[in-house]
């Protein structure tokens, strides 16, 4: 989920695949150009969205695009909703994460009784920058300009990681977490904008690849204090999502047994820091390679090619992030239910 950084370049980007885009529940026909925007389409996207629905602004935070949804009625006053936060992009080459917060803002448009339940925030893009040079030829770019993983790089744990790691990877590693906690100009404005909030009681950030739902810890095994609410709620959303799939394709586990324990991760701050218990990370499609990220590294080693494997998870199809929309949107609605249940406070 967080470790490595990469710049490899793949050349400049296909921004067409010649075919339709399908409705909701239609058979599945979709175009790139449709699915994977640009940065500036996709803050376009927002701006539409916040004339469509009442009660809706864009934020631009130093750097952040944010889409605030909240109820008609309730204007700027702290009515007792719940705040429900929901990004992608942290990685810059995660096109998915993106495209799938696109969806589930259609899915706000289209569902109002999912948009009164709560306010809602949806940040698309975190690192606006480095998804901006994915476009322009950096294809698989995951660091910021200065090299940080961002995922590495919040003020919650930061710099904690396995001994072993740090005799591996020495400089390299000490380059992905940054020089100091939140040194990445995103991270930097998402801390800041994350802890002006309220009542944040759902906090989901998209990521690719693997079909993981994560929960707290990121930095350690250990299981969290809130471990019962994570696994219950973790379940709840997987087997939403499973069940629109048709197969059982997503599982959760704890964040820490994904790689290897590391700090530092936006997870591991939103509930740690900001004390959101209800923090979860989401692995995309496509699944891992069968045997595992080592299996498929030393496969694709032996054929010349070690990130071959990694390089093609995270250049889905379209098809396969319209499907991952549509997942996610069932999963964010069962857990709604989930959590809040109830119908929402009236405003007075």
Not at 188 to 195: C, I, Q
Request: hydrophobic share 40%.
């Amino acid at each position: 989920m967080a470790l490595g950084g990469n710049r490899e370049q793949e050349g400049q980007v296909s921004r067409t695949s010649g075919q339709k885009s399908r409705d909701e529940h239609g058979p599945i026909s979709a175009s790139a150009a449709d699915v994977f925007l640009s940065y500036d389409a996709i803050v376009d996207r927002l701006e539409d969205a916040a004339r469509q629905l009442p009660g809706a602004s864009v934020l631009h935070r130093e750097g952040l695009a944010i889409l605030e949804v909240r109820p008609a009625s309730a204007s700027n006053v702290n009515d007792g909703r719940p705040v429900v936060w929901l990004q992608g992009g942290v990685h810059a080459c995660e096109w998915i994460g993106p495209a799938v917060v696109l969806r589930l803002m259609d899915e706000l448009i289209r569902n109002s009784g999912l948009r009164g339940r709560a306010t809602w925030y949806l940040l698309p893009v975190v690192d606006a920058d480095g998804y901006r040079r994915t476009w322009a030829g950096e294809r698989f770019l995951r660091t910021t300009e200065h090299g940080e993983n961002p995922n590495l790089n919040f003020p919650y744990r930061w710099g904690d990681a396995p001994r072993l790691l740090r005799r591996l990877l020495g400089g390299r590693l000490r380059g992905w977490m940054g020089p100091h906690p939140a040194s990445a100009g995103c991270v930097k404005s998402l801390v800041s904008e994350l802890k002006t909030l309220t009542n944040l009681q759902l906090f989901l950030d998209f990521h690719g690849f693997g079909r993981l739902w994560l929960y707290p810890w990121c930095h350690s095994r250990a299981p969290s204090p809130h471990h019962a609410e994570h696994t219950a709620a973790s379940a709840t959303a997987v087997a939403a999502a499973n069940r629109l799939a048709g197969r059982p394709g997503y599982r959760a586990q704890a964040a820490a047994f994904t790689e290897v324990p590391m700090g530092g991760s936006c997870l591991d701050f939103v509930y740690g820091e900001l004390g959101c218990v209800h923090s979860y990370a989401v692995e995309l499609p496509p699944s891992l390679p069968r045997g595992g990220v080592s299996g498929a590294t030393l496969l694709g080693a032996l054929r010349g090619d070690p990130k071959r494997w990694w390089r093609e998870g995270q250049a889905p199809s379209a098809d396969v992030g319209v499907e991952a929309g549509n997942e996610m949107a069932a999963a964010v609605s069962a857990l709604v239910d989930h959590l809040f249940g109830g119908a929402p406070p009236a405003i007075t």
